[in-house]
């Protein structure tokens, strides 16, 4: 959100420290198309019963006293009461950004808020992986190559009799 810059801060620092792709986004208000639109996630009356920061090995936790949470029924995120003794922070959903299905269900959060019991809207990072980029693999190749053929001349492949071969053995030079 636009209006907690502290998060927000965080949330620009990940987006940009992930290699490869990476999507944020940004709810911001605008005073001419939705003006208020999400009044309900950045108001202090209403933000902590309707907003939930999701970490790392945390349990979804919210509220204005922190009393309520998320636990999967199933695969059914359902809010809980921590106050009435029925469960307590370890009945409920760890947050895990490798895990691809909870990340699905987070998405899928966006229940109205006048309703009595919704769920509340989450904020953070949903699913991050990490695997290498094109850039990787592609060093990853070259370095290959050199280490198996050497680091090859441009002279020597254009005095050569084998020039059919240059679009074959381009990729191995270095310049």
């Known amino acids: 959100m636009d209006r907690d810059p502290k998060?927000?801060?965080?949330?620009?620092?990940?987006?940009h420290?992930?290699?490869?792709a990476s999507f944020l986004e940004i709810y911001q208000n605008c005073n001419i198309f939705n003006d208020g639109a999400f009044e309900v996630f950045t108001e202090k009356s209403s933000k902590a019963d309707n907003t939930i920061f999701v970490e790392q090995g945390?349990?979804?936790?919210?509220g204005a006293q922190k009393n309520l949470g998320i636990r999967?029924?199933?695969?059914?995120?359902?809010?809980?009461?921590?106050?009435?003794?029925?469960?307590?922070a370890s009945d409920l959903w760890?947050?895990?950004?490798q895990?691809?299905?909870?990340?699905q269900i987070l998405t899928r959060m966006f229940d109205d808020a006048r309703i009595e019991g919704h769920l509340p809207?989450?904020?953070?990072?949903?699913?991050?992986i990490f695997r290498p980029t094109y850039e990787d693999i592609m060093a990853a190749q070259l370095e290959e190559a050199k280490a198996k053929r050497g680091p090859g001349s441009l002279d020597k492949?254009?005095?050569?009799?084998?020039?059919?071969?240059?679009?074959?053995?381009?990729?191995?030079?270095?310049?």
């Open 7 to 15: 998060h927000l801060q965080e949330m620009l620092k990940r987006s």
């Open 94 to 97: 760890i947050h895990d950004e």
């Open 121 to 128: 809207r989450p904020f953070g990072v949903f699913y991050q």
């Open 17 to 20: 420290a992930h290699k490869g």
């Open 157 to 175: 492949l254009l005095a050569g009799n084998e020039t059919g071969r240059l679009h074959k053995q381009i990729i191995y030079i270095t310049i």
């Open 72 to 88: 999967l029924d199933g695969h059914k995120p359902v809010v809980v009461d921590l106050n009435d003794g029925q469960f307590t």
């Open 99 to 103: 895990d691809f299905g909870k990340a």
């Open 58 to 62: 945390q349990p979804l936790i919210f």
